[in-house]
Each structure stands twice: as structure tokens, then as C-alpha cells.
């Protein structure tokens, strides 16, 4: 019986394991290798957990819209013996709002989107001014708004929902830490062996750890990325998932916000730092920027947060999907580099498609394949938060 062992029990790693032990044609046996089975430092439980169509790269709108359909859908296609999982699924859209040195870059993104069929409106700061009265528009040239698939839901329980439907499909997780691959298995902390006739890596931030095992060197690096938690007393109606000119995102969260910033490609972004946040962050960076964009901010009380990492593609900020050329046996699902939560959907299916079909039949990931890499070939993703 065929094997399929799979390095990483994330959303990433579970969506695989589910699309792959449904998908018709195939037969065998799949193994989920987690080493933290409770998920205190895994991305998936530490995610913002927001879905978007606004990306510069056509096969990450198509993601994008795949993944919104199927979460939309997930209490269906993911129950098991009756309990259908809640994931809170929400649509007021992303408003990313621009200053004039990056109105070129926006209306390039634009058209990129609606190529790719997604619907998303620029806004000029007037109409900005009317739709959302809370809004400071001051610096901004225009506004970009998501007007359907886009918004917020819970990643977690997606990601749970994975993990319980691919086990009532027959899919086995090991709590174990994989420490490298030997011809036909995967080496076990332990010392012990698990057989693998293939393996998937999908280990997030430290795919590149995985990869090296077999030859392979993946620009994957877990970057932190912190989110701070807070109140505000003021009724604001409508709120998107907001992005100021400065880099500082925000968005609703039961009654009170999240938030947090993109770092510049100008500041320093160490490796795996501890999963700690920095209050001086917030104060000395992020409220200040929110407060100008949003004046009931400037009475904003800071609740509390927490941080994850990004599985960072230093390549060009987009995930791999593939076997790496000349290294057969090993297929690679990493590099999401922030958008990995909301394209979990499309990535599992993916994947299973290649495991199964030798290639992808439905969307086609062929844009992220990793030969990318060693031919040196850049699909750049500008729109990284």
C-alpha cells in the first residue's frame, strides 16, 4: 500500500491530508507527522485569520476566491457525524488606502484583480469620506475596497475542522518531531522510522529545515509578526479590514479590534524571534498611526495580543508547490508567507491533485511551482501585510 507522509500538521498540512484522502483515485495510506500537537507556536493558531482577493498575482485571487467558496461551504463539506464546524465567516471587505507615491502600484494591482475576476472598487478620499465618516483621509490619494470575498473568519477552527474530517477519513497523526529522511522514510527524534513511498513538507517556517534534509535550499525563514488587542468606546459602523499608508492594519474582533503592521524591506526582520510582543510597538508605532487615520482611536485602550510567525518566502514573498527538479520522492507546500491561512483550501487541493493526477486539474498552482526557484525566476507578490 502506497504512503504518504506528510511533515507538518497545520492548516496547510491538514487541508492536504483531507482533499488528498478524499480525492477519487487514490489508495493508500496518509501519516500527518506534527511535532507540537498542541499548536502553541504553530502560525495556524496564532493566524489574524483574514481571507482577501486584493494581491498583485493572479494565482493568489484565484486562491483567494477559491478558498472564501469553500469556507463559505465548510459546514458542509467539513462535518463529521452531524457536528458541522462554525467558522464565523464575515464579508466587510479590506479597504487598503494609499498616499500619492503609491498610486501607481495600486491601480497596476487593480488591474490585475479585476483580470482576475475579483471585485474591488477605488475610491477616491470624498467617497472615502461619505461611506466610512470615522475616516481621516488626510495623505491618502485613494482607497481600494473589497466588495465581495473579503473579510475575516475563524482560522482555527478551520484548521481543527481539517484535522477532524481527515481523521474520520483514515488519516493517522503522529505526535512526533521529524529530524530528517533517509531513502523510502522519515527519521524520527525518537529513532524511530515511519515509511514514506512520499513525503510532503509542510512545515511552515521551517520547511527549509525539511528540505535541507534532502539536498534542497528553500529561502523559508518564520518571521514574527505581532497583533495587539484593544478597546475603543465609539460605535464605528462598517469597519473593514483597514490598511493605512503607514503600513498599520486593523480590523473589528468580537467588540473590540486587532492590529498590528508590515515591516519595511528596510528593517531588520530577524529569524524566529521569541513569540513575545513588544508593547513599545504599539505605543511608539501603531497607535499613533491609528489614531490619526481613525480620531475615536485616540481613546483606544490596549487589551492584550500575541504573536506568530509568517513562513517568509525571502524569494518573492510566494509560497512553493511542487517536487523540487532532480529531487524526486519529496513534494514541497511551504512559503505562504502570511496568506497561507486563506489559501489552505486551494493548497490542499492542489497538492492532492499533483500527488494524484501527476498534476493540478482544477486551479492551476503551476505559477508557484518550485522549479521557480532554482531557475531563478521572481513571481513577485506585492502585497504582503
Known amino acids: 500500500m502506497r504512503r504518504i507522509v506528510i511533515v507538518g500538521g497545520g492548516v496547510v498540512g491538514s487541508s492536504i491530508a483531507y482533499h488528498l484522502a478524499g480525492?477519487?483515485?487514490?489508495?493508500?495510506?496518509?501519516?500527518?507527522?506534527e511535532r507540537d500537537p498542541a499548536y502553541t507556536r504553530a502560525s495556524s493558531a496564532l493566524s489574524a485569520s483574514s481571507i482577501r482577493v486584493q494581491f498583485s498575482t493572479p494565482v493568489n485571487i484565484a486562491l483567494s476566491r477559491f478558498g472564501w467558496d469553500f469556507i463559505a461551504r465548510a459546514g458542509d463539506l467539513l462535518a463529521v457525524e452531524g457536528d458541522r464546524p462554525a467558522l464565523g465567516l464575515r464579508a466587510p471587505g479590506y479597504l487598503y488606502a494609499v498616499s500619492e507615491d503609491c498610486l501607481g502600484a495600486l491601480r497596476a494591482n487593480h488591474a490585475v484583480q479585476i483580470g482576475a475576476g475579483a471585485e474591488v472598487a477605488l475610491l477616491s478620499p470624498e467617497q472615502l469620506r461619505q461611506r466610512f465618516d470615522w475616516l481621516c483621509t488626510?495623505?491618502?490619494?485613494?482607497g481600494s475596497l473589497g466588495l465581495a470575498g473579503e473579510g475575516w473568519f475563524n482560522g482555527p477552527a478551520l484548521h481543527m475542522a481539517f484535522r477532524a474530517k481527515a481523521r474520520s477519513l483514515g488519516v493517522r497523526f503522529l505526535a512526533a518531531e521529524a529530524v530528517g529522511l533517509s531513502p523510502g522514510c522519515v527519521r524520527l527524534a525518537d529513532g524511530a522510522e515511519v515509511r514514506a513511498d512520499l513525503v510532503v513538507n509542510a512545515a511552515g517556517g521551517w520547511a527549509a529545515q525539511v528540505a535541507a534534509w534532502c539536498g534542497v535550499e528553500l529561502p523559508i525563514r518564520p518571521r514574527r509578526r505581532m497583533v495587539f488587542t484593544f478597546a475603543c468606546r465609539t460605535p464605528l459602523a462598517d469597519f473593514p479590514l483597514l490598511i493605512d499608508p503607514s503600513g498599520v492594519w486593523v480590523r473589528p474582533e468580537g467588540s473590540g479590534y486587532i492590529c498590528g503592521f508590515a515591516p519595511r524591506d528596510d528593517e531588520a526582520d530577524p529569524d524566529e524571534p521569541p513569540l513575545e510582543i513588544d508593547e513599545r510597538i504599539f505605543n511608539e508605532r501603531i497607535w499613533p498611526a491609528l489614531a490619526a487615520r481613525v480620531p475615536a482611536f485616540e481613546a483606544l485602550r490596549l487589551t492584550g495580543g500575541w504573536a506568530g510567525y509568517y513562513d517568509m518566502n525571502l524569494f518573492d514573498h510566494n509560497g512553493v508547490v511542487g517536487a523540487y527538479p532532480g529531487v524526486?520522492?519529496?513534494?514541497?507546500?511551504?512559503?505562504?508567507?502570511?496568506?497561507g491561512m486563506q489559501h489552505s483550501p486551494g493548497i490542499g487541493r492542489g497538492v492532492a491533485e499533483l500527488i494524484v493526477h501527476g498534476g493540478f486539474t482544477s486551479l492551476d498552482l503551476s505559477p508557484l511551482a518550485t522549479a521557480r526557484l532554482a531557475r531563478g525566476e521572481r513571481l513577485l507578490e506585492r502585497c504582503v501585510i
Request: aromatic share 8%.
Open 328 to 339: 524526486p520522492g519529496v513534494i514541497h507546500a511551504a512559503g505562504f508567507s502570511g496568506h
Open 138 to 142: 488626510d495623505g491618502i490619494a485613494i
Open 23 to 33: 480525492m477519487p483515485g487514490f489508495s493508500g495510506e496518509i501519516v500527518v507527522i
